[in-house]
């Protein structure tokens, strides 16, 4: 692995499942960020984790959890998806925290049907 | 409330230059970041501004006022690979990013 993955790269789910994003990187930084990306709209801060162990509400946080169990992995679960979830996700990581240069992974297309 | 403002789309010739800006409206400021994105990836960063000035980085430059608000991206000679949208973000002073939704250039021949 060299940078950032997630996976899926794409799913289609049906309304009331629960789905979990996944998200590794291994260039250890500490911080991990879950935005997501609609048309017409910035990306928008979903959860993030300074370090280890920790994690905090972005914008966007309703219908969506995270874990941090260690510094590479940093899982997005939806515990009852919904349509209006359909989105473009995208993690990311940097360094420290937000003032570094956030390095994102190539998103996950998701369909709530 | 906080606000990033961009222009949605913009067109620019080959070989030519363009300037894309951003205004801000956010609560304190603690730095302006530009990134750009090709259609169907991820962002890739670009340009880090927190002091007044402009910021000149090959062919791409980026411009802070604070005091105004406001940044602006260039990108001289231009080439068709710089198709792609622009991204706009300001952190503020939570330390929160705030992201603009983004310039979408488009460059022709």
């Not at chain 1, 969506?64 to 992995?73: E, G, I, L, Q, W």
Request: aromatic share 12%; net charge neutral.
């Amino acid at each position: 692995i060299a940078g950032i993955t997630q996976a899926p790269t794409s799913q289609i789910l049906a309304a009331g499942r629960r789905m979990t994003l996944r998200c590794t990187q291994d260039m250890r930084h500490n911080a991990m960020y879950w935005y997501r990306q609609d048309l017409g709209l910035g990306l928008r801060l979903i959860h993030y984790s300074n370090t280890a162990g920790t994690t905090g509400k972005g914008e966007v946080p309703d219908g969506y959890s995270v874990s941090r169990a260690n510094t590479d992995d940093f899982p997005l679960t939806l515990a009852s998806a919904v349509p209006s979830q359909t989105s473009v996700y995208f993690c990311a990581s940097s360094l420290t925290g937000f003032t570094d240069t956030q390095y994102f992974g190539p998103g996950t297309r998701l369909t709530v049907l | 409330g906080q606000n990033i403002d961009q222009p949605t789309e913009m067109t620019a010739t080959e070989g030519a230059i363009v300037q894309i800006n951003c205004t801000y409206q956010t609560s304190g400021f603690n730095g302006l970041f530009w990134y750009q994105q090709h259609a169907g990836e991820a962002p890739t960063f670009l340009s880090y501004n927190v002091l007044d000035g402009l910021e000149e980085k090959g062919r791409f430059s980026s411009f802070l006022s604070r005091s105004k608000g406001y940044s602006y991206l260039l990108l001289k000679e231009l080439q068709m690979k710089d198709s792609a949208s622009y991204l706009c973000a300001v952190l503020d002073s939570n330390y929160q990013l705030i992201w603009g939704a983004g310039t979408k250039l488009i460059i022709k021949p």
